[in-house]
C-alpha cells in the first residue's frame, strides 16, 4: 500500500467526491476539504492563493511555479464556464473536461496574467478572451486531447486594444475525430501578439481550422503591431474542411510553417488549401513541408512583394519543387479566375432577350418602394425575453442602421404584442419557440420563428396545442414551455400557422438541429428557411443557403429569408428587401407571406406573367422571366464591391453576368418546361451569396 503523503503549500486538488485523500498520478496524498481540496473549480480558484516552493514528483517535467497550481484528479468533469481571475496552473490527471453545450467556456479575467493548462481530454470546452486591459497576457495549453463534439470555436481570441497583447502557446495536441457539426465555427479564430504551436495532430474533422474567420474578414493582428505566428511539427490529415486554413494580417508579421505536412483536407478540388491575406510588410515562410493536397491552391492577396513569400525545402502539388517557383497569385488573378469559372458554369443556358418591355414588371410594383427589414432580433421586453436592449431603444437603434422594420422574435411568450411601446411602423408579431424534436439526430434541438400579421395570431397556436406549449398566464405575464415534439407534430403547427395567416421560420438551422437526414429541417411547403443567418458572409449563413438549396432540388416549394438573431444591438449585417405600398407592417406582411420579397441586400423583382416570386404558375410557351436588380442597401452602396448574377433555373445556371450594384439592372428570357427559376448574387469580396430571390415555381 502506498505511503499516504501530505501536500505542500500552493497545491489545491478539485476531485468528485467529498473525501479525506485524493490520488494523483498514482500518489495518494491528505486532504482537507475547504482548505487544499474542492469539489468545484471556482472554489478552487477563489482559495488558490499561495505559490508551491517545492515541485513534487509526479510534476517533475516543471522546473519551479510562480503561481498557485491546482490538480484535477482523474474523473469526468460538466463544465458550464470556468472563470480565471488570476495566475495559474491547471493541471489534470487523466481528467476529462466536458463543457455544456451552450457554455463550456474557459474565460481568462483582467486580473490573469498569465495560466498554463496541461494534461486534459476536452469536449465542447473553449477559451474566450476578449479582454482589452493594457498588457501582456500568456496562455499555454499542453498535452490535450479534444475529442467528440466541438461544434463551437475553441480557441477565441479578439482583444478590444491593440495594447492588449496575448501569447497563445499550444504544445502536444491532439485533435483526431471531432464533430464539428457543420456549425462552421473554427478551431481558432485569433487576434495575438504571438502564436506558437509544437506538435499538433489535426485530422479526420469537418472543423475548419482558422486562424480567420470563414469569410477571412477576421483580423488576426493589429496594424503597425509586431506579431509572430510559428507552426512547428503539425500534421494535417484526412479532413473535409469546407475552406482551408485563413489568415488576415494588418500588422509586421511573420508567419511560419515548420516541419509540417497537408494531405486530404479539403471535402474538393476547388477550394484554397490556404486563403492568406497579407500587407507589404509581412513574412509568410514555408520550411521543410509537404503540401500534398490535389491542386494545393494558395490565394495570397493583398499588396505583396515576392520577396515576402519564402518557400524552403518544401513539396507543394502542383508545382516543381524548386524554390524559386511562384505560387505567389495576386488578387487581381484570384478575382479573374473566380469570376471566369463562374461566367462558365452554364449548364442550362437560356438567351438573353435584348430590347425586352419591362411595362408589365413596372406596372405590378408600381406604388410599392423598398423597405430594409431584420427578420429575427430580440429585444429585452421584460417576461421570459433575453435581448439587451429595452424594445423602447429599438425604434432609435433602427434609424442608426437605416432599418425599416424588426421582427421582434422574444422568446416563449406574447408580452411585446401587447406593450404600448410595439410599433406597427417599425415591428413585426413575432416569437421565437423551441422544440426538442424526437428521432435519431445528434444533436435534436431545434428553433423556429411564428410570426403574424396581428397580436393575435400566436393566442390561436397556442389555444390549439396547448398540450404541446402548456401556457400558463396572461397576454403580460404568461409564457410557453420547450417542449418535446414530434416531426409530425411540427409540421401540423406550421400548417396550422399558415392557415391563419401566419409564417412558420426554421431559424438558424445548420446551427442547432444535426441530422444526416435533410427532411428533418423540412416542415412543408411555404415555410421559409433562414438562408442568411447572423451574417450573410458566415460559413453558417453558407450551410444554411445550401440546405435550402437542396430542398429546392428536392422538389420542396421553401421560401428563404434573412434574420440576424441580435440579442444585442440592431444590425444590419442580414436583411431582407420586400417592396410594399406604405410603411405599416401589415403592408409589408403580405408581401412577406406570398413569398415576394429577396434575402441579402439587394432589390429583387420578378415575373413570369402575372406570377412573382413566391408563387406558382402553369408554364405556358414564349412567356417571359422578368427580372429588375436595384435598391441596393444604403450600407454597401459607396463599398465598391462588384457581384456576380446569377439566374438559376431547377437545371441549372442559365446567365450570369458582372454587376457593380450601382444602377438597375433588367433581365429577361423565355421560359423553358423547369421547375422554378430564382436570381443568386455572389459578393465577389468574399465569394459567397449576398442576395437571394424566392423562386417562382411552374408546374
Known amino acids: 500500500m502506498n505511503d499516504i503523503r ?6 489545491y486538488f478539485v476531485g468528485k467526491e467529498r473525501i479525506g485523500e485524493v490520488t494523483f498520478r498514482g500518489v495518494n496524498y491528505y486532504v482537507e476539504e475547504g482548505i487544499n481540496y474542492f469539489t468545484s473549480f471556482k472554489d478552487a480558484i477563489a482559495k488558490a492563493e499561495s505559490k508551491p516552493a517545492i515541485v513534487i514528483d509526479e510534476l517533475n517535467d516543471y522546473s519551479s511555479f510562480d503561481y498557485p497550481v491546482i490538480l484535477v484528479v482523474e474523473g469526468e468533469y460538466e463544465i458550464d464556464a470556468i472563470s480565471i481571475n488570476k495566475s495559474l496552473y491547471l493541471i489534470g490527471d487523466n481528467a476529462f473536461l466536458k463543457g455544456s453545450f451552450w457554455y463550456g467556456t474557459i474565460e481568462p479575467k483582467d486580473d490573469c496574467d498569465s495560466f498554463i493548462i496541461d494534461s486534459f481530454s476536452f469536449e465542447n470546452i473553449r477559451l474566450n478572451d476578449s479582454r482589452s486591459v493594457e498588457g501582456d497576457y500568456y ?45 462552421g465555427n473554427e478551431f481558432m479564430r485569433i487576434s495575438v501578439a504571438s502564436l506558437l504551436i509544437n506538435n499538433l495532430t489535426y485530422k479526420n474533422t469537418d472543423k475548419l481550422f482558422g486562424f ?3 469569410d477571412r474578414n477576421f483580423k488576426n493582428t493589429f496594424t503597425d503591431v509586431d506579431t509572430k505566428y510559428q507552426i512547428n511539427n503539425a500534421v494535417f490529415k484526412n479532413n473535409f474542411w469546407q475552406k482551408g486554413i485563413t489568415l488576415n494580417s494588418e500588422g509586421y508579421s511573420c508567419i511560419s510553417f515548420n516541419k509540417s505536412s497537408f494531405e486530404n483536407c479539403l471535402l474538393d478540388e476547388t477550394i484554397s488549401l490556404f486563403d492568406i491575406k497579407l500587407n507589404d510588410k509581412d513574412l509568410l515562410t514555408f520550411a521543410d513541408c509537404d503540401i500534398k493536397d490535389t491542386g494545393s491552391k494558395i490565394f495570397l492577396s493583398g499588396n505583396i512583394k515576392p520577396n515576402q513569400i519564402k518557400i524552403k525545402n518544401t513539396c507543394i502539388a502542383g508545382f516543381d519543387k524548386d524554390e524559386n517557383d511562384s505560387f505567389v497569385f495576386n488578387e487581381a488573378k484570384i478575382l479573374d479566375s473566380f469570376v471566369l469559372s463562374q461566367l462558365e458554369l452554364i449548364s442550362d443556358k437560356h438567351e438573353l432577350i435584348t430590347n425586352a418591355d419591362f411595362k408589365v414588371l413596372e406596372e405590378y410594383y408600381d406604388n410599392r418602394k423598398p423597405f430594409y427589414c431584420d427578420m429575427h432580433v430580440h429585444s429585452n421586453s421584460g417576461g421570459t425575453s433575453d435581448g439587451q436592449v429595452n424594445i423602447k431603444d429599438w425604434p432609435k437603434e433602427m434609424n442608426e442602421m437605416n432599418l425599416d422594420f424588426v421582427a421582434i422574435a422574444d422568446h416563449r411568450q406574447m408580452r411585446h404584442f401587447f406593450l404600448n411601446e410595439f410599433d406597427d411602423t417599425k415591428f413585426f408579431y413575432c416569437t421565437e419557440p423551441a422544440a426538442i424534436l424526437k428521432g435519431n439526430m445528434k444533436y435534436n434541438e431545434l428553433h423556429y420563428n411564428m410570426i403574424f400579421p396581428d397580436k393575435y395570431g400566436l393566442k390561436k397556436v397556442l389555444k390549439k396545442y396547448d398540450d404541446l406549449y402548456h401556457f400558463k398566464g396572461d397576454e403580460l405575464t404568461g409564457y410557453f414551455d420547450y417542449c418535446e415534439f414530434s416531426h409530425q407534430d411540427l409540421e401540423k403547427v406550421a400548417s396550422f400557422i399558415s392557415s ?9 438551422p445548420k446551427a442547432m438541429l444535426v441530422s444526416d437526414n435533410i427532411l428533418d429541417y423540412f416542415f412543408g411547403d411555404h415555410t421559409y428557411i433562414e438562408a442568411f443567418s447572423n451574417d450573410y458572409s458566415s460559413l453558417l449563413s453558407y450551410n444554411d443557403y445550401k440546405l435550402w438549396v437542396k430542398l429546392l432540388s428536392l422538389g420542396k416549394k421553401v421560401y428563404n429569408i434573412s434574420g440576424s438573431d441580435s440579442h444585442s444591438h440592431c444590425k444590419n449585417s442580414c436583411i431582407n428587401v420586400v417592396y410594399a ?3 405599416m407592417n401589415s403592408s409589408l406582411f403580405k408581401y412577406f407571406k406570398k413569398g415576394d420579397f429577396s434575402s441579402g441586400a439587394f432589390g429583387i423583382k420578378m415575373l413570369i406573367g402575372s406570377t412573382s416570386m413566391g408563387g406558382t404558375t402553369k408554364y405556358k410557351k414564349n412567356q417571359k422571366l422578368l427580372i429588375e436588380i436595384d435598391d441596393l442597401f444604403n450600407f454597401y452602396r459607396n463599398s465598391n464591391k462588384n457581384f456576380i448574377v446569377k439566374v438559376i433555373s431547377s437545371e441549372g445556371t442559365i446567365y450570369s453576368t458582372i454587376y457593380n450594384g ?19 448574387i455572389i459578393d465577389l469580396d468574399c ?12 408546374d
Request: net charge positive.
Open 581 to 583: 405600398e406604405e410603411k
Open 687 to 698: 465569394m459567397l451569396p449576398f442576395g437571394l430571390s424566392n423562386p417562382i415555381w411552374l
Open 500 to 508: 391563419i395567416g401566419g409564417m412558420f421560420v426554421h431559424a438558424h
Open 139 to 183: 496562455l499555454t495549453f499542453k498535452n490535450i486531447k479534444y475529442i467528440g463534439a466541438h461544434p463551437w470555436i475553441s480557441y477565441f481570441i479578439d482583444p478590444g486594444s491593440k495594447k492588449s497583447r496575448v501569447h497563445l502557446s499550444l504544445e502536444n495536441i491532439i485533435v483526431d475525430g471531432i464533430d464539428g457539426y457543420y456549425y
Open 212 to 214: 480567420s474567420s470563414f
Open 662 to 680: 450601382k444602377e438597375k439592372l433588367r433581365l429577361a428570357f423565355e421560359t423553358k418546361e423547369r421547375k422554378f427559376y430564382r436570381v443568386e
Open 6 to 11: 501530505k501536500i505542500p503549500i500552493g497545491y
